[in-house]
């Protein structure tokens, strides 16, 4: 009977030990994973991995390409790691309240702050940025700060997306405003836009309706309204105090120069509700019609916008958002992270962080299917370039000028949530109610900010 009884506590301490182990290791589904290291811990990058990329985003053999070849370096630096790389439906709740979406999985900048705080869905990387001994003064400043939440980095951004505009070249050269070889320069300003805008409206027959304007913006999109927000000092969003602030003069002076530009048809606002009389005075100008200026949403869309031009044999041309007095060139960025219940949390941070290498971000970029990188010494070089017919003369420097000046473009990035959702519903309501019936639109920011600011004072920290 003692014996019995001496086995049976002998078994009690050893799967306390064991669960002990694995409670530091992640070698259980079940252990939340904070990401923290005792002092002068060495990882181990070894054993089996799980990565999930989401089906949407890499629907076909050729976007795909740019994951295995990034997989497939690391695979080669670490042959200890055994990686499965599988695709996954859009919706990650499933997967994740279940906790099989695996050790590694895909997310952008907008999924940071509910991902990691609201659902404990991500785990901290700092430690492991410095046990990896990451250089972060490389990565432009804008696509760490998207990176952060609460204070600590959950998520390895591995593209810089800064929204661009593509432009009808010809049409600049036809209004005097480029010289035959000549392009918008990188550092234009919203000024210039205005003075181009202007020269640039054409009229049908009838004096009155517009077959040409300066630019189409989707003023519903956060990236699009955004920038007027920050353009000149809006700081906005205290998560400190838990407070946004969008009847500000410096907000108020930004809506205003997006309104000044729907009153003076510099730019058609596309996705909002017009009255009868503003859409009439469009005709049947649209974003990718009549538009000099059209929003490009990614880099990797670039090509089906440029299709646009090449079949109707016009010359086109990347431009930067024009600069503001402040920083306010919208960027958002794409990457992955470590799910918080991961089996392997070592050589599961090693993989992310290596997208924070030169190595890493070659052989996720270099080929098709890549992106723009997010180092600074590797955006002026072109191994990022699409490398097709016609592309030679683009100025692919627009995709990483002006990184000084980035600003989040995803209001999810700045705020929770639930705060984001109120502020991109009442913009778009904002902007649909002016350009219907010309409703107060600062009357709308004052809404806006007591309703978000209601809410946020009773979510938890």
């Not at 999810?412 to 109610?433: H, R, Y």
């Not at 010309?438 to 806006?448: R, V, Y």
Request: glycine share 8%; with cysteine; aromatic share 12%.
């Amino acid at each position: 009977m003692k014996k019995s009884f001496s086995l049976i506590v002998k078994v009690i301490f050893l799967a306390l030990a064991v669960m002990l182990l694995f409670s530091f290791t992640g070698c259980s589904t079940g252990v939340y994973i904070s990401g923290d290291l005792p002092d002068d811990y060495a990882p181990e990058i070894a054993g089996k991995l799980k990565v999930a990329a989401r089906q949407d985003v890499y629907p076909s053999a050729a976007s795909q390409k740019s994951l295995n070849n990034w997989i497939n370096y690391f695979r080669t630096e670490h042959p200890d790691v055994n990686i499965e790389l599988t695709y996954v439906p859009t919706d990650y709740s499933a997967l994740i309240s279940s906790k099989t979406i695996g050790d590694v999985y895909w997310l952008s900048d907008a999924d940071v702050y509910n991902l990691a705080i609201t659902q404990d869905a991500l785990m901290a990387l700092d430690s492991y940025i410095e046990a990896y001994d990451i250089d972060l003064t490389e990565i432009y400043g804008g696509i760490m700060s998207l990176c952060e939440a609460a204070g600590k980095t959950y998520f390895v951004g591995s593209t810089c997306g800064n929204v661009v505009f593509t432009y009808n070249v010809d049409a600049m050269v036809e209004a005097g405003l480029l010289a035959p070889g000549e392009r918008v320069a990188n550092d234009w300003t919203w000024e210039d836009f205005k003075v181009y805008a202007e020269q640039l409206k054409k009229y049908d027959e009838d004096g009155v309706t517009l077959t040409q304007v300066g630019a189409g913006m989707a003023l519903n999109w956060p990236n699009c309204f955004s920038p007027f927000i920050y353009a000149y000092g809006g700081n906005w969003a205290d998560k400190e105090n838990k407070k946004v602030t969008l009847s500000s003069k410096a907000v108020q002076d930004g809506i205003g120069a997006a309104i000044e530009a729907i009153d003076n048809r510099w730019i058609y606002p596309e996705g909002i509700n017009m009255g009868k009389e503003m859409q009439s005075s469009y005709g049947t100008v649209s974003t990718r019609n009549g538009c000099v200026f059209a929003y490009n949403q990614a880099y990797t869309v670039l090509p089906s916008n440029a299709e646009g031009y090449n079949t109707r044999g016009i010359t086109w041309d990347v431009a930067p958002w024009p600069l503001f007095p402040e920083k306010a060139s919208p960027c958002g960025t794409l990457g992955f992270g470590v799910f918080s219940y991961t089996k392997n949390p070592d050589a599961a941070a090693a993989l992310v962080l290596s997208l924070w290498t030169e190595e890493g971000q070659l052989a996720l970029h270099g080929q098709e299917g890549g992106d723009v990188p997010v180092l600074k010494k590797l955006g002026d070089q072109d191994f990022w370039y699409l490398k097709r017919e016609g592309y030679t003369d683009i100025n692919f420097s627009a995709f990483t000028a002006n990184y000084e000046k980035y600003v989040p473009g995803q209001v999810n990035a700045s705020v929770p949530p639930e705060i984001a959702t109120i502020i991109e519903k009442g913009m778009t309501a904002m902007f649909n109610a002016y350009c219907t019936n010309g409703a107060s639109w600062t009357d709308k920011l004052q809404e806006m900010e007591t309703q978000c600011n209601d809410l946020w004072s009773t979510l938890a920290d």
